[in-house]
């Protein structure tokens, strides 16, 4: 189970990046989206529900 502090830590950096990540990802050809970080961005957001991917 993670510490408290480190989910808050998790949830900050996920909210911090989101949309800028995302928009990023969309602008990219499938090749520069394979390795994205919009990708664990999402797969971490999907694990915790914390947003619509």
Do not use: C, F, K, T
Not at 12 to 39: K, M, S, T, V
């Amino acid at each position: 189970m993670l510490a408290a502090d480190v989910i808050v830590s998790v949830h900050n950096i996920l909210a911090y990046n989101w949309n800028q990540e995302q928009r990023d990802y969309d602008e990219q050809d499938p090749e520069g989206r394979e390795h994205h970080i919009a990708n664990d961005l999402n797969r971490i957001a999907r694990h915790w529900g914390l947003y619509q991917v």
